[in-house]
């Protein structure tokens, strides 16, 4: 499916009759490259991705020029181009960011040896370019050696950045540690760091003894104890560090100290935010601490967190931009104590345990809200939800500068939904997780067609859409009638017939990112995509109703398409599981497990 056309370097070559901005008279050579020098001159100036993507489609002086000044390197989908095509077109990148699994791989819906190797990706960095300062992926599969690689081949690199990564260790991360000199940021967000048994690294003591460079420093995932003493000699020799989210290893009395050496912390996490030892602090001594912190504008953590120490933060919240409570099991009387506070709140996570009474407190508090995100504490079906359609009307009454929700439930009603798309009109991401198959509106028992009908129809700026619940195809038709920025669509147990894709593929030209599980779509619903499916990212389809010769099809008629079969056991590639679709400028990948079938 289409990738970044800026990525896509076949049109140099394609056509004798490329357009061309360079003339093919030689004497006008010379004036032509003072004109390219020019050009690349400007383009310094396009930060924007799809801007350079519009600019490397002018003509063919336009596309080298802007590849010779591309500094950063988006790769959405690791297998979508292959790392020897990259390096050998985008030869100055300082910056490369790698997108590997698909996003249902956090639900445990892919095998863990699916792919996503970053090695390819760190052999060719490592040759081609000397100066890359900067690394994020997410979802990938990255080794130790690969770790060992990017420190000893890059002597100017200062960013790491691992989200939801895997097969890395402490080794690696000490590599890193002790020979990145530059290093700025060490983010490792919802990664697996794996522990050797005979592994006693500890990767904390090896950042260098001198004063370091570090801006960011995130290890809340990492699921060990480390040297908290080397942790706090660390922060003490770190001025610059802005940005620091511990582990839950680190206690209440533990990250008191950490505090009292940096106070100039913008973001916090605060690790476990109870007390795992004996050494006891008067409760006034927190909130100092927090309180001479008078930058913070971002408080996340609280991981087997203590309700009392609550009042600790109460002297930063008047400040506070983004609240994490996401694994914060507590109530609506403890929420409302802090947030009550917080009048500048633009981003709050939180769980379901506060109940509808909790985001009613948002609702009168948070005037300036932008994003919400509720999670689940109990995701069974059978149970009633803590939270229903009662807090979400309040939040769409009181938060009406709302630009994204997230929103588990295990109810909803239309009424609501179309309260929403009212009071919020902003909204750019809506995404509604109701928790159980197919759930009507509980009051008039209809489907939920109306609810998101309203949201498509009255959030025109809406380009992330998750939807569930009882929906027939009328609900996929509101979508493909007035979803036409709509660039993300998420549908789980839900669906009718195959009109209902039909009218969403037909409908929605921005789509480039199309995810379903467990819904009734067949083949027709597959072959009405044909016309689109070069311009996506990709199609993912898991526990629909498809056939192998469908898919086979599709993968005829669509040579340039990667279309991946993935069954949970190898004797049966003629089933559909999993349909995995994608555009590749190299073909099908070579590291393919034996649980994936890749259809020719």
């Known amino acids: 499916m289409r990738q970044n056309p800026a990525e896509d370097d076949h049109r140099s070559s394609s056509s004798t009759t490329t357009r061309t901005c360079v003339g093919s008279d030689p004497q006008s050579?010379?004036?032509?490259?003072?004109?390219?020098?020019?050009?690349?001159?400007?383009?310094?100036?396009?930060?924007?991705?799809?801007?350079?993507?519009?600019?490397?489609?002018?003509?063919?002086?336009?596309?080298?020029?802007?590849?010779?000044?591309?500094?950063?390197?988006?790769?959405?989908?690791?297998?979508?181009?292959?790392?020897?095509r990259a390096t050998n077109r985008f030869s100055r990148v300082r910056s490369v960011t790698i997108k590997g699994k698909p996003r249902f791989a956090d639900f445990d819906l892919m095998p863990l040896n699916w792919g996503a190797h970053f090695t390819p990706w760190a052999n060719a960095f490592a040759k081609a370019y000397p100066f890359l300062e900067k690394v994020h992926l997410k979802r990938m599969s990255i080794t130790d050696h690969d770790l060992l690689l990017l420190a000893d081949s890059f002597p100017n690199f200062k960013e790491l950045v691992l989200v939801c990564c895997e097969g890395f260790g402490i080794s690696g991360l000490a590599t890193v540690a002790s020979k990145c000199r530059l290093l700025r940021v060490l983010d490792l967000v919802e990664s697996v760091v794996e522990v050797a048994d005979d592994d006693g690294v500890d990767w904390i003591s090896c950042f260098p003894e001198s004063q370091t460079h570090l801006e960011s420093l995130v290890f809340d995932c990492v699921e060990y104890p480390i040297n908290f003493e080397a942790l706090e000699r660390l922060v003490a020799r770190s001025p610059c560090l802005k940005r620091l989210r511990l582990n839950r290893y680190v206690s209440m009395s533990q990250l008191y100290l950490l505090l009292r050496r940096a106070p100039h912390l913008t973001h916090l996490g605060t690790g476990a935010f109870g007390l795992a030892e004996t050494v006891v602090l008067e409760d006034e001594d927190y909130a100092s601490a927090f309180g001479a912190c008078k930058s913070l504008v971002c408080l996340s953590g609280f991981r087997e967190i203590w309700p009392a120490y609550l009042p600790a933060i109460y002297p930063v919240c008047a400040n506070l931009t983004s609240l994490n409570f996401s694994y914060a099991d507590i109530s609506a009387t403890e929420l409302k104590s802090v947030i009550s506070h917080c009048h500048k709140l633009q981003t709050l996570w939180v769980l379901d345990s506060i109940c509808d009474e909790g985001l009613e407190a948002v609702a009168e508090t948070c005037k300036d809200l932008r994003e919400l995100r509720v999670f689940p504490v109990n995701t069974t079906e059978e149970t009633d939800g803590p939270v229903s359609e009662v807090g979400f009307v309040a939040i769409s009454q009181g938060c009406r500068k709302l630009q994204s929700i997230l929103f588990f439930c295990q109810r909803m009603t239309n009424a609501a939904v179309i309260a929403m798309s009212k009071n919020c009109p902003d909204l750019v991401v809506f995404r509604l997780c109701i928790i159980g198959r197919y759930r009507p509106d509980p009051e008039t028992q209809k489907p939920m067609d109306e609810g998101f009908g309203a949201i498509v129809m009255n959030c025109k700026k809406l380009t992330r859409l998750a939807v569930s619940g009882l929906l027939t195809d009328q609900?996929?038709?509101?979508?493909?009638?007035?979803?036409?920025?709509?660039?993300?669509?998420?549908?789980?147990?839900?669906?009718?017939?195959?009109?209902?894709?039909?009218?969403?593929?037909?409908?929605?030209?921005?789509?480039?990112?199309?995810?379903?599980?467990?819904?009734?779509?067949?083949?027709?619903?597959?072959?009405?995509?044909?016309?689109?499916?070069?311009?996506?990212?990709?199609?993912?389809?898991?526990?629909?109703?498809?056939?192998?010769?469908?898919?086979?099809?599709?993968?005829?008629?669509?040579?340039?398409?990667?279309?991946?079969v993935i069954n949970s056991e190898e004797d049966k590639a003629d089933d559909i599981e999993i349909l995995y679709m994608y555009r590749s400028l190299d073909g099908p990948r070579d590291d393919a497990p034996k649980v994936v079938t890749i259809l020719h």
């Open 29 to 84: 050579a010379q004036p032509d490259r003072v004109l390219e020098n020019v050009l690349e001159n400007v383009l310094h100036f396009l930060t924007s991705r799809r801007d350079r993507n519009a600019a490397s489609l002018v003509c063919k002086s336009w596309w080298r020029a802007e590849a010779q000044t591309r500094s950063e390197l988006f790769i959405g989908n690791c297998y979508a181009v292959s790392s020897h």
């Open 475 to 564: 609900a996929f038709r509101y979508i493909g009638m007035y979803g036409k920025l709509v660039r993300t669509l998420s549908v789980a147990f839900a669906g009718d017939t195959d009109m209902g894709l039909k009218y969403v593929l037909e409908g929605c030209p921005n789509l480039q990112k199309l995810e379903i599980r467990d819904s009734p779509f067949g083949d027709a619903a597959l072959r009405s995509g044909l016309h689109h499916f070069y311009n996506m990212r990709f199609l993912w389809m898991s526990s629909c109703k498809l056939t192998r010769q469908a898919c086979q099809e599709v993968a005829r008629t669509l040579p340039r398409l990667v279309l991946e």
